[in-house]
């Protein structure tokens, strides 16, 4: 069978239902996936980016066949997620951060094997795949540690690893490099990468609150917010989006909370900020559609004693379009739970 999409998501649509405790008289249920439409090559590492509720996770959950849509369909490798279950898992794999990467009680290469034995893939052919996956995540010297003797980092790395030995045709990568140090996360996205381009046929659908890291790994980025698909394309072409806004990164002295006035003036799109008690001063990230409004957010700055100690106009990224598709930046509510 000539396979066109590796995963093909049809007006696929997901309802929970909320008990008495979660909800008032007007909100009965939670529609986490509304009408998405997506479509995935093969060979095609795509980005689905979203903050915390928007349906990244159910979406994915639906795809690896641990939940059930509520309408619509999914498709993997032309599989059906729901009636060709038994045809869809051997094929697919999941490595979600932060989750348990298999038994304390068992070895690094013991938790491998084991994951590669339930889906039925004898130790003689999966052996030199196991040892080559320690060591891209730099466990080779750790292999007959137990699992619950290894720190967090390294069980994470274990974790990411695991994803790799069953050698999927379909890979589902949910913040993958979530804790990890940055010579850890840089290696792995190096790795991510490199096994697309070694594997042409095979795909991977990734989810990141790490913009720059979807903006360096991705062909091309789904946009979700409140269950709906608010835009897909290159990382290119969705930053041209806004490419009339001007986008102003300002430093000012103080740690004190934004008043939220100054997010008011004309002209001024959208403003974010960030603190840093060491250096006692606030970094603004300013997305403008009247380049003059800069000036007034200056002035409005310092206004209230606080002094400017820094301003750059940048380059539009893929946080300023999140920004301006969803009202919020993804940085924003990483502590939040996502359905």
Known sequence: MTVTHSIEIENLKRVFKLDRAARNEAEKELVALDDVNLQVKPGELFGLLGPNGAGKTTAIRILCTLLMPSAGRALIQGHDVVT???????????????????????????NLRLF????????????????????????????????????????????????????????????????LDV????????????WVVDNPTRTILLTTHYMAEADELC???????????????????????????????????????????????????????????????????ALLSDPEAGGRLIQMVTSDKRRLLGLETVQPTLEDVFLKLTGRSLADDQSKVEP
Request: charged share 25%; net charge positive; glycine share 8%.
């Open 84 to 110: 060709e279950v038994q045809k869809v898992r051997p094929i697919i794999n999941m490595v979600s951060g932060g989750e348990t990467c298999g038994y304390g009680i068992l070895t690094a290469r013991e």
């Open 116 to 179: 590669t034995e339930l889906y039925g893939i004898p130790w003689r052919k999966a052996r030199s795949k196991v040892e080559d996956m320690l060591k891209v995540v730099g466990l080779d010297k750790y292999h007959g540690v137990r699992t619950n003797k290894l720190s967090t980092g390294m069980r994470q790395r274990l974790n990411f690893a695991r994803g790799f030995t069953t050698e999927p045709t379909v890979l589902f990568l949910d913040e993958p490099t979530v804790g």
């Open 183 to 194: 010579h850890s996360a840089r290696r792995i996205r190096a790795f991510i990468r490199q």
């Open 219 to 285: 062909d091309r980025v789904a946009i979700i917010n409140q269950g709906r698909i608010q835009a897909c394309d290159s990382p290119t072409a969705l930053k041209k989006l806004i490419r009339k806004e001007t986008t102003l990164d300002l430093t000012i002295s103080g740690v004190e909370p934004i008043p939220e006035l100054w997010g008011a003036i004309d002209g001024v799109q959208q403003l974010t900020s960030s603190h840093s008690s060491d250096e006692q001063i606030t970094r603004i990230h």
